[in-house]
Nanobody
Framework: QVQLVESGGGSVQSGGSLRLSCAAS????????LGWFRQAPNKEREFVAS????????LAADSVKGRFTISRDNAENMAYLQMDRLKPEDTAVYYC?????????????????WGRGTQVTVSS
């Protein structure tokens, strides 16, 4: 059974930092693209960042470029999202997802497995 478990969320002030972690089990981690998505109340789930199987290729949404960094550790079956210079508009539930395919990484439907999410709240 595949499990993705996010952790590291919390409440911070604007300008602060958080590091989200995603622990994966039940899948061959190194053969999956990993993505982070977020969903704010009354909004659609949106792409944040993704990282290729080896970790050498990354994508990021324009809204987080230069502030968020995605990484992975295939030896530990872990993915991370380092979030710096957080803004109130970053407030959302953040989800980790894994995809077998490498295409369409910015689209939620391209992902096969999802975690339950972790809440991030940024106050002004």
């Amino acid at each position: 059974q595949v499990q993705l478990v996010e952790s590291g969320g919390g409440s911070v002030q604007s300008g602060g930092s958080l590091r989200l972690s995603c622990a994966a089990s039940g899948l061959t981690f190194s053969t999956h693209v990993l993505g982070w998505f977020r969903q704010a109340p009354n909004k659609e789930r949106e792409f944040v960042a993704s990282i290729g199987r080896s970790g050498s290729a990354t994508l990021a949404a324009d809204s987080v470029k230069g502030r968020f960094t995605i990484s992975r550790d295939n030896a530990e079956n872990m993915a991370y999202l380092q979030m710096d210079r957080l803004k109130p508009e970053d407030t959302a539930v953040y989800y980790c997802a894994a995809a077998k395919r490498t295409v369409y990484q910015q689209i939620p439907s391209a992902y096969d497995f999802w975690g339950r999410g972790t809440q991030v709240t940024v106050s002004s």
